[in-house]
């Protein structure tokens, strides 16, 4: 089923907050929604460029900052993992997603994406898995190597986000690695690792049921491709389903319903114009290539993707939540099936939102770019 394009920011007038106090910086204590009210935490900041969260079972957050490190906050003091792996911090590059294996507390993985120098300026998105040993990295396996042929010198659009399906399969995506928006850009040739989604068994094997295992022309971890820099990727709560935001150019940022074997059209087909308002595409839709569910235009610069479905707000349940770092806000999406009618703005104006996160805990977290920080919200009262 094709999904229509909906330019929502223009068509449902989006919702702020009432905020009563102000806690670090621009950052309000409490928020009445138009749902719910909750309070903001700052659980740790003083972090720089933190990319992604999780939380282990002994309560303890493990926080990625961009420029290379992995961090370890207990609650009371913030320490660095030794022995992570070395990263190409350039441009939007560095250490980047992390994930923890469903069922980590049996077996201990945690797993890493991030830039992978080949040389001192190229570089591709690789992916590793391994276990903490106190307070250092250990037994670490690869589990997407790149093909060294095919890293560039380009600092942006690296991607990452990597969503574990609860079936045995991991899924990530690749950036376009910021090539012009042009014929040779390879989010369109199956050739290419950039410009995709992935997916692969959870040790790093390849199921030979993807879409394109086989071929000779196609990588054969390919699960989609046609997209330019998606770094917000979650499973859909009870559905199976695996949605992902998108970063357009200026403007044409995009929600997308993720399925196997599609063309997702980039840079063939677009919503955004070159960043100096030329443009280089004048489709918008074309025969063959999946239309966005909904796009921002202009763009709000999106970052990380997670569904609500726990009991602390019962209110927010079914929704998603979208990071913009552009725009310095968290977006709750609405649905009516797989259609979003109703968008709401929130926490605007309080920084750089990188991520969010449904957390083991069960509450969404925060993660801000700038100021580096880590914000849990709570209910009020």
Partial sequence: MKFCAIWLSAVFGLLGFAAFGQGAGNLPREVRSEKVAFRTE???????????????????????????????????????????????????????????????????????????????????????????????????QVVFDPPADQATAGGNHWGVRMVFDGKGYLFFSIGDRGHQPD??????????????????????????????????????TVWCYGSRNIQGMAMRPGTGQLWAVEHGPKGGDELNLIRPGLNYGWPLVSFGVNYDGTRFTDKTEAPGMEPPVIHWTPSIAVGGLAFYDAEHFPEWRGSAFVTALAQQMLVRLVFEGDRVVRQEELLKNTGRIRDVRVLSDEHLYVVYDAPGRVVRLVPAG
């Fill in 42 to 140: 700052v659980v740790v900041d003083d972090l720089q460029n933190p990319w992604g969260v999780v939380r282990l079972p002994d309560g303890r957050l493990l926080i990625t900052e961009r420029p290379g490190r992995v961090r370890v906050w207990d609650g009371e003091k913030l320490e660095t993992l030794r022995g992570t792996p070395q990263v190409l911090a350039r441009g939007q590059g560095g250490m980047l997603d992390i994930a923890l294996h469903p069922q980590f507390e049996e077996n201990g993985w945690i797993y890493l994406a991030f830039s992978k120098p080949f040389g001192e300026r190229s570089g591709l998105t690789a992916i590793v898995r391994g276990k903490l040993c106190g307070l250092d990295w250990c037994e670490e």
């Fill in 183 to 220: 014929a040779q850009n390879p989010a369109q040739s199956l050739r290419h690792v950039a410009g995709k989604v992935h997916r692969i068994f959870e040790d790093g094997r390849v199921p030979e049921d993807n879409p394109f295992f086989g071929r000779k022309e196609a990588w054969p």
